[in-house]
Every structure is written in C-alpha cells, then in structure tokens.
C-alpha cells in the first residue's frame, strides 16, 4: 500500500491533489473510451473527439516537458 501511496506523493512526501485527480480522471475517461467499445462491439472506431482529447492531453504534456528541459538545459 505505501508503494501505491508514494504515486500521489509529492518529492517532499506531501500527498498531491492534482496527481490523485488526475488518476481519476484517467479512469473515467479510460472507462468511457472502452464502454464505448464494448458497446459497440468493437465494430465501431472510437468518435473524432475521444482521439482529438487523446491528442490534445499527449501534445500537452510532450510540449510541456520538452519546455521544462528546454529552461534546464538553458541555465
């Protein structure tokens, strides 16, 4: 269990609210897209905006670490 707690802890060993609500909102949206499918059959692609988000959410947080090593890099 404490192996599972230090993912929503920060470098201090703070609890971390935005890793915990991000967790969550990783299983919600993960549940939609493959409720989607099962209800579908698997027949059916997933819609133009669970791929647009899936997109949206992997260029934010690419673009935001190549930024982050672009200012580490540039001390």
């Not at 060993?13 to 409720?35: D, H």
């Not at 209800?39 to 947080?61: N, Q, R």
Request: charged share 20%; hydrophobic share 50%; with cysteine.
């Amino acid at each position: 269990m404490s192996k599972l707690f230090g993912i929503f802890t920060e470098d201090g060993g703070e609890f971390s609210w935005r890793k915990a609500m991000t967790a969550g909102c990783l299983i919600i949206f993960l549940t939609a897209q493959l409720g989607w499918l099962i209800s579908t059959g698997f027949k059916v692609e997933l819609p133009t905006a669970y791929w647009s988000l899936d997109a949206g959410v992997f260029a934010f947080y690419f673009f935001k670490k190549t930024l982050g090593d672009i200012r580490i890099n540039s001390k």
